[in-house]
Each structure stands twice: as structure tokens, then as C-alpha cells.
């Protein structure tokens, strides 16, 4: 008898998964391969403090912002047409970033890769939806599209430290152009077109509300994390939360909104999009000090660090990818859930880091979290994009992108937050008599803060400032990973709670939500 399921992938929508990775691999890169280049660049350019963090942060402002409109955008001209459109963007945008003379121009291309970036990855994801219908090969496909995007943000620093061992601060831009160009060339080839066909006009209001929420939202966030909770942060989150209500309202009387609002009905669409979020908003606030635990108590280069952090990123992508053979033989909620409870022990071992620890502790303890992590990424993007019709794909994908985004930077912020205080309580009691007001204010800012005032200070004095940060430091990063690891046992329970009824691997899935009859 003729198979009744879904049809099965063959020879080209592998090779075309291929061809996607490439994509998702790169905008990874870019999120973390400037940070070696600052200071080169800040020679060169001679930014202002507040022109270098645009120069960091407006990429990733950027992606965010526009990930829903540029989702929406490919389900009604094409994700294919989006996605070549993007990449020819990103390939010039980031030659004029790797040969810019000032840094309003660094920001300008900065700018333009970000929403370059922003067509890229909603397309990738949607076309991967398209691609592979079978339930069990789009679940493998995932896995593959996340592990490009784990790995991308794993070899960004060696790449770009071996880059800036030879070559001027622009080379690190110029990785993308030869990834963009064949792309170009076979994308064409490899990646069939597909779109909405009914779908209606792009209602350009939305698109701008959308943007300016998310943007809003996420500036405010990040400078709570970075100043606290000050009126411009509070008026930010304000502004984000109205203009978000605004979007939300105004997509229940569109014919054709930008986002369906009846996706969120689907308890495996609504619930894989909150343990994601909540998972990323967990982990990622902890990333942030373990990074800087790494750079400045142990003292290592940003290079070295980078490859201290490779094993846990490894760890990751053997999870993501162990993801798709596991549910085949437990059911989803039970592979998510038993993996963040594993992750939430990775994160209670680095809770006992010391300043006087090996690495050894810390890194197993980043495999272990990593490694849990991993398949509750594959698995919630899967169902959000899974539990969407074909149609809407883009529109699913860049919702689940953007709730990424949302959660890396409220973790950030509240998670990070929470290390903060603790941070600022210790050095407080550690803070050894005579040190000047200045460095005083200096060293409660930040751990970096801290180091620099040290080198201003006679030696005796200096070297005690620099150590009683450190032991505050390491107090704040306990603080972190257990406020993490707390976090992520509750989302473990939740998703046992809310993800039960998602099929396993090779089940007959239920009608999307949102399809027509």
C-alpha cells in the first residue's frame, strides 16, 4: 500500500539544510566576533565611550527588532527571495564595516547587518519547515540548523583572535563575504521558493510598532543591567510594554495581521515558546559572569577564555543533536525536562567555584548545563515551528527568535542584576582602608572597573583592592548560578506540565493551528 504520511526528504533537502547552516552559522559569529577587535578598532576609529556600545550593541538591537517583520515579510514575497535578498545585503554591509574610516560609518553598517541578520534567520528556519515534513526529519533538521547557530557562537572568538593575530580589525567583518557569495550561488539551486499564497499586504503600522516595542524593550533592559533601574531604563520599558499592548490589539482586528494571534492558542506553540524563552533567560544570565570569571579572576585572554568555553559549547551541540534520537523513544516533555534538571546541576557545581578553584570545576560544570540545555532548544524550536502552518512558518520562526532575544537580555539584566548586588555588598565589606573615593566608585561599578583602579594604586594597596573583588566577583557568580539553577528546575517542572501532550518523533501530528479546513 502507498504511505498515507507526510512525504520524507531526500538527497537535495539535505544538501539544502547544508546550504542554510551557512547563514545561521555567520550572524552567530558577528554577535561575538567583534569583542576581540575593540581595541584595535578604538585606536584606529577613536570612538566616544557611548560610539563604541553602539558600535557592539546595534547589531543586536537590530536583529531583534526586526526579526517579526522580516518573518511576515518572507511568508508573503517568498522566504527563499528573503533570504538571497538578506544575504546579498549582509555581504556589502559588512565590506563597508570592514573598511570603515569613522565610527558614525561602523555604526551605519553595524546597523545594516543587524537587519540584514534579521531577514536571514526567520528565513532559514521557515524554508527548513518547508523542506522537511516528516516529523521526525524536521526534528533532525533543527537540530542541525541549531547547532550551526551553537557552533557559530563557539568559534567566533577563536576565529576572530586568529584573524587579529594577522590582520587589521576589519578582517573579522570579511568573514561573511565569501559564506554570503556562495550562498548566492547556490541557494538558487539547492532551496525551493515558497510563501503564503493567500497572504494579504504587509501593514506597514505594525511593522513599525513592532520594531520600536522590541527595541524599546530591549534598550531598557539592557540598561538596567548595565545602570540599574534609572528613569530612562523604567520610560524605555514603559514605551516597549504600550506600544507591544498597541501591536497586540491591533492584530485581533486585522484581515491580515502580522502575527496570528491564534497560534498562541496551541498549548505545545504557547508552552515551547516560554520554556525556550525562560530556558535562555536562565542560562544566558549566568554566561555573562562566567565569561568575565574566566578573564578576570584567572586572568585569562579573551582568546583563551574562548577556548576554556569550547568544551561547554561542544557539550551543547551533542545535546541538540543527541535531541532528535531520544525522542523517539521518550516523549518530548520528559527529554526537555529531565535535560534542564540536568542543566541545573551543571549550574549548581559552578555555584561552587572559589577564586582559588582550577578551571576544572567550572568547565565541567558549563558541559553539563550545556549539554542539558542543548535538547530544549531543538525540541521547543521544533514545536513552535512545527505547530504553525506552513504558510505562517516565517511568522512562527521570528517569534521564537525574538523570544530568544527577549529572554538573553532580561537574563542579562535580571539574572545579572542579582550578581551585581551581591557583588557590590562584598567588595563593600572587603574594600580596604585608604582607597581613594574615585577608585572606590570605580571597583563597586564593575569587576573591570576594579582591575583598572588596582593599577592606579601603590602596589600593597592596589593588589588588595584587586583581590577583594575578585572574592566579591566570585560571589556574585555563585549567587548567579544558583538563581539559574533554581530558574531552570521550574521550568523543567513547567514544561512536564504544559509540553505532556506533545507527540513523539514518527507520531501523526496534530492539524496546525491556524490552518484552514
Given amino acids: 500500500m502507498p504511505s498515507t504520511g507526510p512525504p520524507r526528504a531526500g538527497r537535495r533537502e539535505w544538501l539544502a539544510l547544508a546550504v542554510l547552516a551557512l547563514p545561521t552559522l555567520l550572524v552567530s559569529m558577528d554577535l561575538t566576533v567583534l569583542h576581540l577587535a575593540l581595541p584595535s578598532l578604538s585606536r584606529d576609529l577613536d570612538p566616544s565611550s557611548t560610539q563604541l556600545l553602539w558600535i557592539v550593541d546595534v547589531y543586536g538591537f537590530l536583529i531583534a527588532g526586526a526579526l517579526i517583520t522580516m518573518g511576515t515579510l518572507g511568508d508573503r514575497v517568498g522566504r527563499r527571495r528573503l533570504l538571497l535578498i538578506g544575504a546579498a545585503a549582509f555581504g556589502a554591509a559588512s565590506v563597508l564595516a570592514a573598511f570603515a574610516t569613522s565610527a558614525e560609518l561602523l555604526i551605519a553598517a553595524r546597523a545594516l547587518l543587524g537587519v540584514a541578520g534579521a531577514t536571514l534567520m526567520p528565513s532559514t528556519l521557515s524554508l527548513i519547515r518547508n523542506l522537511f515534513h516528516d516529523p521526525a526529519q524536521r526534528t533532525t533538521a533543527i537540530a542541525v540548523w541549531m547547532t550551526s547557530f551553537m557552533a557559530g557562537a563557539a568559534i567566533g572568538p577563536i576565529v576572530g583572535g586568529l584573524l587579529l593575530e594577522q590582520f587589521w580589525w576589519g578582517s573579522v567583518f570579511l568573514l561573511g563575504v565569501p559564506v554570503m557569495a ?86 505545545t506553540f504557547s508552552g515551547g515558546l516560554g520554556t525556550q524563552t525562560l530556558t535562555i533567560f536562565a542560562f544566558g544570565g549566568t554566561q555573562l559572569f562566567v565569561g568575565q570569571y574566566l578573564q578576570l579572576v584567572h586572568g585569562l585572554s579573551p582568546l583563551e577564555a574562548g577556548l576554556w568555553l569550547l568544551p561547554g559549547m561542544l557539550a551543547g551541540i551533542a545535546g541538540a543533536m543527541l535531541a532528535p534520537v531520544a525522542v523517539r523513544h521518550v516523549r518530548p516533555a520528559r527529554v526537555i525536562g529531565t535535560g534542564l534538571l540536568l542543566a541545573a546541576g551543571g549550574l549548581l557545581a559552578i555555584a561552587f567555584v ?102 592606579e594604586l601603590p602596589a600593597p594597596l592596589g593588589g588588595e583592592l584587586l583581590d577583594a573583588a575578585r572574592e566579591a566577583f566570585t560571589q556574585g557568580l555563585q549567587a548567579t548560578a544558583t538563581v539559574s539553577a533554581v530558574v531552570l528546575s521550574g521550568v523543567a517542572a513547567m514544561a512536564l506540565v504544559l509540553l505532556r501532550r506533545a507527540p513523539s518523533a514518527g507520531a501523526p501530528e496534530p492539524e496546525p493551528v491556524g490552518a484552514e479546513a
Avoid: C, N
Fill in 182 to 267: 556562495l550562498l548566492l550561488v547556490l541557494g538558487p539551486l539547492l532551496l525551493p521558493e515558497s510563501r503564503d499564497p493567500a497572504a494579504g499586504r504587509l501593514d506597514l503600522l505594525s511593522a513599525a510598532l513592532s520594531l520600536v516595542a522590541v527595541l524599546s524593550a530591549v534598550w531598557g533592559v539592557k540598561r538596567i543591567a548595565e545602570h540599574g533601574a534609572d528613569g530612562a531604563a523604567i520610560a524605555s520599558l514603559a514605551a516597549g510594554l504600550a506600544l507591544g499592548t498597541v501591536f497586540v490589539l491591533r492584530q485581533r482586528g486585522l484581515a491580515d495581521p502580522l502575527i496570528d494571534l491564534r497560534l498562541f492558542r496551541a498549548r
Fill in 354 to 455: 572559589s577564586t582559588g578553584s582550577g578551571l576544572a570545576l567550572i568547565v565541567a560544570g558549563q558541559m553539563v548545563a550545556s549539554f542539558g540545555v542543548g535538547p530544549a532548544m531543538t525540541l521547543t524550536t521544533d514545536m513552535i515551528v512545527g505547530s504553525a502552518p506552513p504558510e505562517r512558518a516565517g511568522s512562527a520562526s521570528a517569534i521564537s527568535e525574538t523570544g530568544g532575544e527577549l529572554g538573553q537580555a532580561l537574563g542579562i539584566a535580571l539574572v545579572g542584576s542579582v550578581g551585581t548586588a551581591v557583588y557590590r555588598g562584598g567588595i563593600d565589606e572587603r574594600m580596604p582602608a585608604g582607597v581613594p573615593a574615585a577608585e572606590t566608585k570605580a571597583a563597586r561599578d564593575t569587576l573591570g572597573g576594579a582591575a583598572e583602579a588596582s593599577d
